[in-house]
């Protein structure tokens, strides 16, 4: 069904690449080199179940939060309904935190027990961050999944209570409600930024079928959770005041998560529209996007 678990550190020297079939992660630890191998190792051996545990579970994964709750036993599982049900009632399901959660996950193994300084878990771009004491982390934040070029970038620190980042957008390894090129969010885990930023791409989206085509998810994946919920193979180049618009209602989502303590901050981009949500201070370092 799918090949084994690979890992191996990666030409750098510092950094632990493990994959098995969709799941991709990039991992790198800071601290004393002995804590840091034992950190890998441990990682490595816990990374050998996840594929596993998730297709064991993969029909309640795959249902709306409101029909699995209870239901899920695995430690990613649980994780992913967790970061999902604070939506509710919004149709959500926990593949919406699937990368997220196992991020979480990867990283919560990798400091069980150790004293790293710091750490992440990249997995495709939604990531999970540890920080101690007064460490910071430089982060890219790009605004078209598309091209992935770093538009700018925000520091970090552990005292903005900051432990996951997750971008989401019509160009991303998930089909999309909406139209957004890319919707970044930062949030306390990577599961739950995860969820948010898929929600919040949904959100940035027109009813002018003439300039979005949209067909029903089964149709491109008949094993999707969104099952014939239209998502969106194309957009046309759109007059800016419907651009506008658009942004404008993920902005009003991101707000009200923010105003609920589900996120921290977000950025939403479409076709050069920039717009940041949240703290000036977590999100407009090095860019000059409106607030």
């Known amino acids: 069904m799918h090949n084994l678990p690979q890992s191996g550190i990666l030409n750098d020297g510092n950094r632990l690449h493990l994959n098995h079939g969709p799941i991709d992660l990039i991992i790198e630890a800071f601290g004393d080199h002995e804590v840091v191998r034992s950190a890998y190792e441990k990682a490595q051996i816990k990374f050998n179940h996840i594929l596993i545990d998730l297709v064991a579970e993969l029909s309640l994964l795959r249902a709306p939060v409101s029909q699995n709750k209870k239901l899920l036993k695995s430690a990613i599982g649980l994780r992913m309904q967790d970061a999902v049900y604070p939506f509710h009632p919004t149709f959500i399901t926990p593949m919406a935190a699937v990368a997220g959660a196992v991020a979480d996950y990867m990283l919560s193994i990798l400091c069980e027990n150790n004293k790293l300084r710091k750490a992440y878990v990249n997995n495709g ?76 791409a949904n959100a940035v989206d027109v009813q002018d079928t003439t300039l979005v085509k949209k067909i029903p998810a089964n149709e491109l994946s008949p094993d999707s959770d969104l099952a014939d919920q239209l998502v969106t193979v194309d957009v046309a180049k759109l007059p800016q005041k419907l651009a506008e618009r658009a942004v404008a209602q ?4 991101a707000v009200d998560y923010i105003d609920r303590g589900l996120i921290k901050a977000a950025t939403i981009s479409l076709q050069g529209i920039v717009r940041v949500v949240g703290s000036r201070h977590i999100l407009t370092q090095n860019c000059n996007a409106k607030i």
């Open 125 to 200: 771009g939604d990531i999970a961050i540890y920080l101690k004491d007064d460490e910071v982390f430089n982060i890219g934040i790009i605004t078209d999944l598309k091209t992935r070029a770093i538009w700018g970038t925000t520091t970090i620190t552990q005292i903005d209570n900051i432990n996951g980042i997750a971008t989401s957008g019509r160009h991303g390894r998930s089909h999309s409600l909406g139209i957004a090129d890319a919707v970044t969010v930062l949030a306390k885990n990577s599961a739950q930024a995860d969820a948010a930023a898929t929600l919040i």
């Open 250 to 253: 993920g902005c009003d989502r």
